[in-house]
């Protein structure tokens, strides 16, 4: 049963994503059901792109538009497009595919040149740095810039406001907490998110993030070199993000981690040290098993997981459900027990700092899920 502390802190985000049940959202939920599957299938299942090519033919202008929309929030436009212009022959569909692919190629172009500046130059100047999530959407690009240094906040700043110019956003309580910053830079859209020494919703991860860039690796992507977590700390922060913090998966989570489970570069071993030194192995099998599960459901076959990860994993892909944009997780009870769990192994394994920044989540959730309802905003909380 999840501890008073899982219970609360799940109730508040519960709370916060609340919804009222209507017509106009029955059809949104409808209309998003039948988009999501048709970007499953176009970027998970070569034998059912065609049929989804016919699909995003067959949509009026608006909700194309509709559709492109959610491709961009799922970070799967250029993938998905790619996929409709090899199994359309519709005249008008590939017009409006190509004037899309253009724009969106255009803008990963731009941000894949500030992001060599930004982190050149954060290296240049002793700040070890390593690019999370972003470069594994290729050959789509994340809307944010995620990077990790182990160098310190005033150091970060002072490379990237000081010497690179960059406005500082305004910072959350849980961004102070966990050590996150956010620069806005001239001629660039995307904001560049920065985790200094730590990870986590509440900056409980030390050991762990430092792994980030003690066993990083080069990553080649539009012309450019980047330096980039091996393929162990990504699958370990997509976990974090997904299965701690967000409960719900984008198509793009389900892409990257199939194409690293498939490319055989995965130790599973190393993974799960990884993830034990942040207790957090249940979670990383649980987001491995939901991800081979998804893959089934389009390919006809799972993922080769070990039996290490499938034994370790709570639950599967059964658990997903498509909700205001994305593929959803219930809260209650599977995101409480494993909230539960990485206190319990935290506290277990002596780390009374870390124990005890995961202790504030349920009141940080709780004050963020009480300003989401009066304003519809929890920007200076959450």
């Known amino acids: 049963m999840p501890t008073p502390a899982a219970g609360a802190f799940i109730k508040a985000v519960v709370e916060k994503q609340s919804f009222s049940w209507d017509s106009t959202l029955a059809t949104a939920i409808r209309n998003e059901n039948e988009h999501i599957h048709a970007l499953s299938q176009l970027t998970l299942a070569p034998a059912q792109a065609p049929a989804a090519a016919k699909y995003v033919e067959s949509l009026t202008p608006d909700a194309r538009r509709d559709l492109l929309d959610l491709a961009d929030s799922n970070h ?17 569909l590939i017009a409006w595919a190509n004037e899309a692919l253009n724009a969106e190629r255009a803008r990963i172009q ?3 040149r500030h992001l060599d500046l930004i982190t050149n130059e954060l290296e240049a100047n002793g700040c070890p740095v390593c690019v999370m999530k972003s470069l594994d959407h ?14 310190p906040d005033e150091k970060v ?17 849980g961004d ?22 730590r990870l986590g919703q509440t900056g409980e991860h030390i050991a762990l993030a430092q792994r980030f860039v003690t066993r990083r690796v080069s990553m080649e992507r539009g012309g450019y070199t980047f330096m980039v977590p091996a393929p162990e700390e990504r699958i370990v922060v997509a976990t974090l993000q997904r299965m701690y913090r967000h409960f719900y998966f984008r198509v793009c989570d389900i892409v990257n981690s199939a194409a690293i489970v498939e490319s055989g570069e995965l130790d599973y071993s190393e993974l799960k040290r990884s993830a034990e030194v942040g207790g957090i192995w249940p979670g990383v099998a649980t987001y491995l098993k939901i991800v081979s599960d998804y893959v089934q459901q389009y390919r006809g076959t799972p993922l080769p997981l070990p039996s ?8 599967g892909g059964e658990k997903l459900f498509v909700l205001r944009r994305f593929l959803r997780i219930p809260i209650m009870p599977e995101g409480a027990k494993l909230y539960t769990n990485q206190v319990a192994n935290t506290a277990k394994a002596g780390n009374v700092p870390a124990t005890f920044r995961l202790s504030l989540l349920p009141p940080l959730a709780a004050t963020a899920a009480v300003a989401f309802k009066i304003t519809g905003d929890d920007k200076g909380i959450w």
Not at 176 to 197: I, T
Not at 308 to 315: D, E, K, P
């Open 76 to 92: 799967v436009v250029v993938r998905s497009l790619e996929s409709v212009l090899q199994h359309s022959g519709s005249s008008e």
């Open 110 to 112: 731009n941000a894949l």
């Open 138 to 151: 290729w050959p789509d690009l994340g809307n944010d810039l995620d990077l990790y240094t182990t160098a």
């Open 157 to 173: 700043v002072d490379v990237l406001s000081g010497k690179m110019g960059a406005r500082i956003e305004p910072r959350s309580w």
């Open 176 to 197: 102070r907490l966990a050590h996150k910053w956010n620069f806005a830079f001239s001629g660039l859209r995307e904001s560049v998110e920065v985790h200094a020494q």
């Open 308 to 315: 290490t990860v499938l034994s370790a994993a709570r639950f």
